[in-house]
């Protein structure tokens, strides 16, 4: 696994595998391994790439989640990348949507897991009580899982410190507040690639009523719960996640494969 520099925002990303383009997009914290399951599973299959979105090097005028959609297609078209799948989780979800709606052409499939876009409530950013507190941060954070077990020290220290800096939280309200702003109601009927929503029954940051909206308002999708999982189902059960992502990602090939069968005939 290699980490090219994006000289661009003078961001690094994951770079892996041959094969058909899966792009893995992150959330509002932006940690990179959570996917880890995910590209062990990928890579043998598929050019898996995992972009840093800029959260923090954007200008105030541009912390918004088109202006990160913005920054996806140049990323997309400085590499020139096409028909790719796009896995979007929480925020990333919601980029990966407004990007399937501005740039259609470039976009195979589309996997979105406990998106942002219709219904979410970030349990640290919405809170009244000081974020700087360690142990209310730790607590908080336990909310995005089912079970406490999946809750690293590391993950933590990573978003404790990131909520500790101030100009780093304002860039996060920011962003949270542009997803809710920008609700994707209005343009999911115009999407019509396939849409896999892989979702933990048990999330209670965006709950599984939002999975049923976006599956009612998705033309071409179809919907799979994981029972006794939260908001971050490739890390509390990544061998259910992976199993309904690869069977998503494959199955094209498998129909391909039956059409020149048939042509054959």
Request: proline share 4%; aromatic share 10%; hydrophobic share 40%.
């Amino acid at each position: 696994m290699k980490t090219v520099n994006l000289s661009l925002y003078n961001q690094s990303y994951i770079n892996t595998g041959s094969g058909p383009v899966v792009i893995l997009l992150h959330g509002l914290f932006g940690n990179l391994g959570i996917w880890k399951s995910v590209v062990q599973e990928l890579k043998n299959n598929f050019h898996v790439i995992i972009p840093r979105l800029p959260l923090f090097d954007l200008p105030a005028e541009h912390t918004n989640v088109k202006y990160l959609a913005k920054i996806l297609h140049e990323f997309i078209e400085t590499n020139q990348l096409s028909n790719v799948t796009l896995v979007g989780h929480a925020i990333g979800g919601q980029v990966a949507l407004m990007y399937a709606y501005l740039h259609p052409q470039n976009v195979h499939k589309l996997v979105l897991t406990s998106s942002a876009g219709l219904l979410e409530k970030s349990p640290i950013l919405d809170a009244d009580e000081d974020n700087s507190n360690y142990n209310y941060v730790r607590d908080k954070i336990g909310e995005a899982f089912y079970k406490r077990e999946f809750i690293s020290k590391e993950l933590i220290e990573e978003i404790y410190t990131t909520v500790k800096s101030i100009p780093k939280r304002v860039t996060l309200w920011n962003i949270a507040r542009s997803s809710r702003q920008a609700n994707v109601a209005s343009i999911l009927s115009d999407i019509t690639h396939p849409v896999l929503l892989i979702w933990g029954l048990h999330d209670k940051i965006t709950p599984p009523e939002a999975a049923l909206n976006f599956h009612d308002l998705l033309p071409n999708s179809k919907m799979k719960f994981i029972d006794e999982c939260g908001h971050l189902a490739m890390v509390e059960k990544a061998a259910d996640f992976n199993t309904h992502l690869l069977s998503f990602l494959k199955e094209e090939v498998q129909l391909q494969r039956e059409y020149s069968y048939n042509t054959l005939l």
